[in-house]
């Protein structure tokens, strides 16, 4: 198995920052490799395990970016959002609730949930065939599906 397309992406960007001493993305880069190669040291994993990797990322960047606000340390807020908008460059575009929605009603339907009883199930499926999307905003149509 190869590198994961995302991982060749961010050593080519790497690289680039170097050559462009961007020090800022050259740190957010190398956060984001470091990620990945922590859960596989040659970086050989399934393009999809590599995004999940670095949209976890992304989730931490945005609960510290509210824990810094909370304490009204605005350096720290304006900073992470920076890193953070270089993440997002590097996810697929993010889905619109709708289409979280219809994601979501599609999965239920597929699997033949009827009960809140298989949540369990349909929020693993949807996870499996949609990486990055958003836990919590599937966690609450689910909900509302599935009463």
């Given at each position: ?31 984001m490799k ?64 709708e289409e ?23 929020m693993k ?23």
């Amino acid at each position: 198995m190869d590198q994961s397309e995302l991982l060749k992406r961010i050593n080519a960007d790497l690289m680039l920052a170097m050559k462009n001493k961007d020090e800022f993305r050259l740190a957010v880069l190398r956060m984001m490799k470091s990620k990945i190669l922590y859960v596989n040291a040659r970086g050989e994993m399934p393009e999809a395990e590599a995004v999940k990797v670095v949209n976890k990322y992304a989730k931490e960047l945005k609960e510290s970016i509210e824990e810094f606000g909370k304490i009204g340390r605005t350096a720290e807020v304006e900073n992470t959002a920076k890193e953070l908008t270089i993440v997002r460059e590097y996810l697929p575009k993010e889905m619109s609730p709708e289409e979280v929605k219809a994601a979501v009603s599609q999965t239920i339907s597929s699997l033949g949930a009827s009960s809140i009883k298989e949540m369990g199930k349909v929020m693993k499926e949807i996870t499996v065939n949609y990486p990055s999307i958003d836990g919590k905003l599937v966690s609450q149509y689910v909900r509302e599906i599935l009463k």
